[in-house]
């Protein structure tokens, strides 16, 4: 089991490869990660520009919220990457961006069908666009729960992505290939109507790819 201090390493990596993959600017968006055995978070600080971070900064709280250690008060999206954190076991790290190109998907309601042979790799399905809720108790948390599929990212109509893996360096891959698609997929859109994948081809890439693909004894991520 990796130490806190790892898992606050990995978490700091996830905001800032965010930030250098240009998910995000400034402050906007944020990383976490979780000790499931400890029971602890650990996510970016409110409203901190992650050009002036540093992995002390990020907050550590308990799995209602409860800030445990840290002088900032945690990302308010925490919330959201708790109500995650609870219903999805599988899940070690989140993350939330306003991604561009996916977003702009997201304010015309518009899912990802499997339309790339990399969406099929990544993601296993379309990526689903969820309706617009508003941010009072757990209702984007529930959004991400009830529409969430196969894919490990989703659109939050009018508002922007949430991606997640069972790490915070998973979490981050998913988001970058998440605006990847969505720019091809956007510029497509511009020429014509793409045709997204038959299930069977969808499922021969994902199956490859989680197979055989890579290294031996190396995880993807």
């Given at each position: 089991m990796p130490s806190l201090e790892q898992l606050?390493?990995?978490?700091?990596?996830?905001?800032?490869?965010?930030?250098?993959?240009?998910?995000?600017?400034?402050?906007s968006g944020n990383a976490s990660g979780i000790d499931r055995?400890?029971?602890?978070?650990?996510?970016?600080?409110?409203g901190m520009d992650y050009d002036r971070m540093k992995p002390a900064d990020m907050v550590m709280t308990d799995l209602e919220g409860r800030k445990l250690k840290g002088k900032w008060?945690?990302?308010?999206?925490?919330?959201?990457?708790?109500?995650i954190y609870k219903h999805c076991p599988e899940v070690g790290g989140v993350i939330h961006t306003h991604s561009n190109y996916a977003t702009s998907?997201?304010?015309?309601?518009?899912p990802i069908p499997a339309y790339l042979t990399a969406i099929a790799d990544e993601f296993g399905d379309g990526i689903p666009c969820a309706p617009y809720v508003d941010n009072q108790a757990d209702h984007i948390g529930q959004a991400i729960v009830r529409?969430?599929?196969?894919?490990?990212?989703?659109?939050?109509?009018?508002?922007?992505?949430?991606?997640?893996?069972?790490t915070p360096?998973?979490?981050?891959?998913?988001?970058?290939m998440l605006e990847d698609v969505s720019k091809t997929v956007h510029l497509a859109l511009l020429l014509g109507k793409p045709k997204s994948l038959?299930?069977?081809?969808?499922?021969?890439?994902?199956?490859?790819?989680?197979?055989?693909?890579?290294?031996?004894?190396?995880?993807?991520?």
């Open positions: 606050r390493r990995d978490v700091y990596e996830a905001n800032i490869g965010v930030y250098r993959s240009g998910l995000v600017t400034m402050h055995k400890r029971g602890i978070v650990l996510i970016k600080p409110s008060n945690p990302s308010v999206d925490l919330p959201e990457h708790l109500y998907l997201g304010l015309l309601g518009k529409y969430k599929n196969k894919a490990p990212a989703i659109i939050m109509a009018n508002h922007g992505t949430f991606a997640w893996g069972p360096r998973a979490a981050l891959k998913a988001a970058v038959p299930p069977h081809e969808v499922k021969k890439w994902w199956d490859r790819y989680h197979s055989w693909y890579g290294q031996p004894g190396k995880i993807k991520q």
